[in-house]
């Protein structure tokens, strides 16, 4: 079955660290992924996107995610936490082929302590 | 500017009652989607078209109607079938994909939280 799963429903770091949420798909996941994040009551915001190419892919406000078939993963990362970026975030996969929609993960909440 | 409207943004609804939410779409896109979602769940497809007069279920379209008379309008309809219909719903569309590429990044309209009393 096609799935996308987010390690961790709640990911605590401190203003400055290391931001690290995880996700990986299932194989049968068209390679076409998408990390999103999703302020409170808002709609969600595009980071990024893997389509093809370039395995380490570099989004907005600092993120950037590395695409590892080997490891069926695409962790999204950024070098330092700042009290912004806390909020949801979502890993997406293609469901199948053309325009039939995204599966989502379910959601990692990034906390960041000051 | 171009972007996702969907209204209105709180919804309260009576038990028995259908409840019809708007997206509309200024942006030229092709296909448009309604997800719903929990808390802790994710976003879940409901309905999806890819074009006008055209749409398709999605995972949990039970209890779910649409139309897709326009190109730039995507009205979602919760009817009283739909056993737990409490949940924020959210809009998207995205451009068709061009020959040789699969997909398009989804662009969100704001959501619409629907309550059932």
């Known amino acids: 079955a096609q799935s996308v799963t987010q390690l961790g429903s709640h990911v605590s770091v401190s203003e400055g660290a290391l931001v690290l949420l995880r996700c990986n798909y299932s194989?049968?996941?068209?390679?076409?992924l998408f990390w999103y994040v999703q302020y409170p009551n808002q709609g969600l915001q595009l980071l990024l996107k893997?389509?093809?190419?370039?395995?380490l892919v570099k989004g907005i406000n600092g993120f950037e995610a590395e695409f590892k078939k080997s490891e069926t993963s695409f962790h999204l990362t950024k070098p330092s936490a700042h009290m912004s970026d806390a909020a949801e975030y979502f890993c997406?996969?293609?469901?199948?082929?053309?325009?039939?929609?995204?599966?989502f993960g379910k959601g990692t909440h990034l906390i960041i302590q000051p | 500017d171009g972007g996702i409207t969907q209204s209105p943004k709180y919804l309260f609804r009576k038990e028995g009652q259908n409840v019809t939410l708007s997206c509309e779409q200024n942006?030229?896109?092709?296909?448009m989607y309604w997800y719903r979602q929990d808390p802790g769940q994710g976003l879940r497809l409901i309905y999806y078209?890819?074009?006008?007069?055209?749409?398709q279920k999605g995972d949990i379209a039970e209890g779910y109607s649409v139309s897709r008379e326009k190109k730039e309008s995507f009205p979602l309809t919760v009817t009283s079938a739909q056993k737990n219909p409490t949940a924020f719903y959210l809009c998207?569309?995205?451009?068709?994909?061009?020959?040789?590429?699969?997909?398009?990044?989804?662009?969100f309209g704001p959501g619409t939280r629907l309550t059932v009393l």
């Open positions: 998207a569309s995205s451009i068709y994909p061009l020959m040789g590429e699969m997909y398009n990044e989804q662009f």
């Open positions: 194989s049968s996941v068209p390679p076409y």
């Open positions: 893997y389509t093809t190419g370039a395995t």
């Open positions: 997406a996969g293609g469901k199948g082929g053309g325009a039939d929609g995204l599966t």
């Open positions: 942006l030229n896109h092709d296909a």
């Open positions: 078209s890819q074009i006008v007069n055209d749409f």
